[in-house]
């Protein structure tokens, strides 16, 4: 990926990021971002295994396509680039959100949130819920989601915690 990266005062000299629907055309890119995410951003959080795990479940495609057509699903670009996606699933619930492991804290995930938020408020929810990493944890309490219960799940025979968390 061929992304503008902060120059040596630190600033983003980029451009802006934008916001579209995702297509069926899209989901190579979002699994790799999805992949590159989870195997870079997590590592402090869960075990190789786990990781491992987790990141196999780009494999099943036509789930993912399924996700991209049957859900309010939006990617982030930047130059024409995906950065970041998310998906709002019946409304309210927060399926799925990643951002590029080279553009974290700026303002993508925001972005990205807050116009799955807009979606769901037009569908007249007026709360989120999403069950999320450990990692994504503290980002989605700072948008005003709360713990409601710590799940544990099992993924070929691996354990893997995340929340379920409602505003």
């Not at 804290?105 to 979606?119: M, S, V």
């Amino acid at each position: 990926m061929h992304l503008t990266e902060p120059n040596s005062t630190g600033k983003s000299i980029h451009t802006s990021t934008s916001l579209r629907r995702a297509t069926t055309a899209d989901v190579a890119e979002i699994l790799a971002l999805f992949v590159g995410t989870v195997r870079s951003t997590c590592v402090n959080d869960y075990t190789p295994e786990q990781i491992d795990v987790w990141a196999l479940s780009a494999k099943n495609v036509d789930r993912w396509t399924a996700f991209v057509t049957d859900q309010h699903f939006l990617v982030a670009e930047i130059e024409g680039a995906i950065v970041g996606f998310g998906s709002v699933d019946k409304g309210n619930y927060v399926n799925l959100m990643y951002v590029h492991k080279d553009f974290l804290r700026r303002g993508i995930a925001d972005t990205i949130f807050d116009a799955l938020q807009e979606h769901a408020l037009l569908m007249g929810f007026e709360q989120l819920t999403a069950d999320v990493s450990i990692t994504a944890r503290p980002f989605f309490e700072s948008k005003g989601l709360r713990v409601v219960k710590q799940n544990r799940k099992q993924e070929n025979g691996i354990g893997i915690t995340n929340y379920r968390m409602s505003q």
